[in-house]
């Protein structure tokens, strides 16, 4: 099993920057591929980034550019780093966790909230 615990949610103006952290502790950090998803209110959750085990990364057509996915495995920490925040990025943000080579993320934290306010 797995734990995932996100952090650094809140609200921030259009333009704004945030980073998000995701914690997880459980088997080893470094075996699992890390993914941010995100969920709007009415919509359904969607895809953001991934970071793969070996460091290879991910991203929805609409944060390239903005959002920078990473990983520290030290500290078994994933973090996304979102810079000019529009206000449809505003959404409960989601770490997951899958072992490589799973096609499934298995593994879900509680999610943070961001708003960003025009």
């Known amino acids: 099993q797995v734990q995932l615990v996100e952090s650094g949610g809140g609200l921030v103006q259009a333009g704004g920057s945030l980073r998000l952290s995701c914690a997880a502790s459980?088997?080893?950090?470094?075996?699992?591929?890390m993914g941010w998803y995100r969920q709007a209110p009415g919509k359904e959750r969607e895809f953001q980034a991934s970071?793969?085990?070996?460091?290879?990364?991910y991203y929805a057509d609409s944060v390239k550019g903005r959002f920078t996915i990473s990983r520290d495995n030290a500290k078994n920490t994933v973090y996304l780093q979102m810079n000019s925040l529009k206000p449809e990025d505003t959404a409960v943000y989601y770490c997951?966790?899958?072992?490589?080579?799973?096609?499934?993320?298995?593994?879900w934290g509680q999610g943070t909230q961001v708003t960003v306010s025009s």
């Open positions: 997951a966790a899958r072992l490589k080579y799973d096609s499934k993320w298995n593994y």
């Open positions: 459980g088997r080893t950090f470094s075996n699992y591929d």
């Open positions: 970071i793969w085990s070996g460091g290879s990364t």
